[in-house]
């Protein structure tokens, strides 16, 4: 299987397993070995919890989470981390 697909599915599994994510909210994109989480989500501690999941991935190195934190006025707010 391309390490990449196995690297999705893997982070995928993580992000399913963990109770505090809403899985269905993030997008996982791996390219060259690069995760990148995408989505709407509802708030900060889910945008975090989503991280923190992607992160107990064996074999995860590179990881930009670009979820966007849904706020109470319907704007959206993005922070970008990368590690």
Do not use: K, Y
Request: net charge negative; aromatic share 2%.
């Amino acid at each position: 299987m391309n390490p990449d697909i196995q690297l999705r599915h893997d982070v995928f599994a993580q992000l399913n397993w963990d109770p505090a994510v809403n899985a269905c909210d993030v997008d996982v994109c791996v390219e060259n070995g690069v995760v990148t989480l995408r989505g709407e989500v509802a708030d900060e501690a889910q945008r975090q919890a989503a991280e923190r999941a992607a992160r107990r991935t064996e074999g995860l190195t590179t990881l930009q989470n670009r979820l966007i934190v849904r706020d109470s006025a319907g704007l959206h707010t993005l922070t970008q981390r990368t590690a």
